[in-house]
């Protein structure tokens, strides 16, 4: 979602998006209504897997869920800093006790929209966050 969402809106930040699995070669039709609605095309959106040059150069990995960070730091310990750069989305942007964002994957629209809601909400309050970190406000 930042991905499309920001992609050129803000100066110097990069987005890239990428997953554990490719289970389809196209987003699903309820994520493409929610980002379709803010105005924004997915028209270009390619999945990618997830792999360790990704994450070697990136500075900044948020994952949805805790289970994919302990994925991530098990699968990629040799990673230079993993363990500095990866974070849940919910985690990054200060909630401590409810990090998990759930896939709403085979669900029905209510909880798809509901979980839309909660990413999006969550991505705005992170690129507020990054915002203040390129400043030296603030610190992950």
């Known amino acids: 979602?930042?991905?499309?969402?920001?992609?050129?809106?803000?100066?110097?930040?990069?987005?890239?998006?990428?997953?554990?699995?490719?289970?389809?070669?196209?987003?699903?039709?309820?994520?493409?209504?929610?980002?379709?609605?803010?105005?924004?095309?997915?028209?270009?959106?390619?999945?990618?897997?997830?792999?360790?040059?990704?994450?070697?150069?990136?500075?900044?990995?948020?994952?949805?869920?805790?289970?994919?960070?302990?994925?991530?730091?098990?699968?990629?310990?040799?990673?230079?800093?993993?363990?500095k750069k990866v974070y849940t989305l919910k985690e990054f942007t200060g909630n401590e006790d409810d990090v998990d964002i759930f896939d709403p994957y085979m669900k029905n629209h209510k909880s798809y929209l509901e979980t839309m809601i909660e990413i999006e909400k969550n991505v705005d309050l992170a690129i507020q966050k990054i915002i203040k970190m390129k400043k030296g406000a603030e610190s992950p």
């Open 1 to 83: 979602m930042a991905e499309k969402k920001y992609k050129g809106e803000i100066e110097d930040i990069e987005f890239d998006s990428s997953g554990f699995i490719n289970a389809f070669s196209y987003a699903q039709p309820e994520t493409v209504n929610f980002i379709k609605s803010k105005g924004v095309s997915m028209s270009d959106f390619r999945p990618k897997i997830l792999n360790a040059s990704h994450l070697k150069n990136n500075d900044l990995i948020l994952t949805m869920e805790e289970a994919h960070k302990r994925k991530i730091f098990k699968k990629y310990k040799n990673v230079r800093d993993i363990d």
